[in-house]
């Protein structure tokens, strides 16, 4: 999904926040999600780190029922910021939590977000000279797909 | 970093995905052999292989390959296995050449070299001055920057071929021409091959 970078959008987002924020209906929660999550991705292309992460946040302040894309995007767009922001020991945490949260029915755009936020962990542990976290981080990416020859 | 969330974000296919597995266990294969775990790193070597040669591999799978077999031959001969990185490098020479883009051009160029040094090991010397000779000739009025280390290494390769074949005049032309191209050079690996010339010609000369 393309982000617009309009800051009307934003005023759309909040809006959508503010009406259904408190709605206990699982649908309306998730259209609540998105437009965070798409005001925090929109938040992020503009430089706005710290209400960006604040956005994303509040998507994962509150977990749906199911297996949400919108937490896991969430999660993903927040290790981003986080990256950029040289916060590298809570990407490593949430690249846990968020490959955690992927299985195979998960789409694959998110499996893929999950596959390349595990990179990102084994570039930390390789800068940090954990060659074995390195591996391991790799190995569990290659299992995680179900990868032969492994 | 930030490069990885910026490729997720335009992932969408069965294709990106292998592209990302084939990138991963590259990267694998580079930590498992600066741990020394080179059976792991073969194996892998040879898992990215074959998703190249599978259906539905990268769009580029040549590129791959070659870096594969690279791999490859560099881990046989961390493990002295000559004969292997020898054959290893025989695949590369065999599959691309002069013709062939940069990347692929430098991967075969590199073995070609590479081979000789293994030659050389294996005592075939007429085997790696044939190489030696063969990477002069083709590749050494190429302008690519990777050219320079690659004809030090193998002037340096060719003249212990002749001194082992006692062809103790040409091998001191040889070293040499190394000390006149590349004698001012102080950066390794080329720094490294000067150095070990001017040892053989100090050996040459007090025999």
């Not at chain 1, 894309?69 to 950029?84: N, T």
Request: charged fraction near 25%; aromatic fraction near 6%; include cysteine.
């Amino acid at each position: 999904m393309k982000i617009s970078s309009d800051p009307d959008a934003t005023h759309v987002y909040d809006e959508i926040i503010e009406h259904f924020g408190d709605s206990s209906q699982e649908g309306l929660r998730e259209q609540v999600k998105k437009a965070l999550l798409n005001k925090g991705r929109m938040l992020m292309t503009t430089g706005r780190a710290a209400e960006a992460l604040d956005a994303f946040d509040a998507v994962l302040a509150h977990p749906g029922t199911s297996q949400a894309g919108s937490e896991l995007g969430a999660m993903f767009w927040k290790m981003s910021v986080l990256s950029s922001l040289g916060r590298e020991h809570e990407v490593a945490e949430l690249c846990d939590k968020l490959f955690e949260s992927i299985d195979p029915t998960t789409e694959l755009r998110l499996r893929e977000a999950g596959a390349s936020a595990l990179l990102t962990e084994a570039s930390i542990l390789k800068a940090g000279g954990d060659r074995i976290g390195e591996v391991a981080s790799y190995d569990t990416l290659l299992s995680k797909f179900g990868l032969p020859g492994l | 970093m930030t490069r990885f969330f910026q490729n997720s974000a335009c992932l969408d296919s069965d294709r990106e995905l292998v592209v990302l597995v084939i990138a991963t266990q590259e990267r694998r294969v580079e930590a498992l052999t600066s741990l020394g775990r080179h059976v792991e790193a073969l194996l892998a070597c040879d898992d990215i292989i074959a998703r190249c040669n599978g259906k539905g591999g990268p769009p580029d799978p040549s590129e791959h390959v070659a870096w594969a077999l690279s791999a490859k031959a560099f881990t046989f001969a961390r493990e002295e296995r000559s004969e292997d990185a020898a054959k290893v490098c025989s695949e590369i020479i065999g599959r691309f050449g002069p013709s062939s883009p940069t990347p692929l051009l430098e991967r075969a160029g590199r073995a070609l070299v590479g081979r000789a040094a293994h030659f050389c090991d294996l005592g075939r010397y007429e085997e790696a001055l044939s190489d030696c000779d063969t990477f002069l000739a083709t590749y050494q009025s190429s302008a690519e920057p990777w050219i320079s280390e690659t004809v030090a290494l193998a002037l340096l390769t060719k003249g212990l071929s002749l001194l082992e074949i006692e062809r103790s005049t040409e091998a001191t032309d040889v070293l040499n021409k190394i000390l006149t191209c590349f004698g001012g050079e102080t950066e390794p690996p080329i720094s490294d091959y000067v150095a070990s010339a001017r040892d053989l010609l100090r050996d040459t000369e007090s025999e």
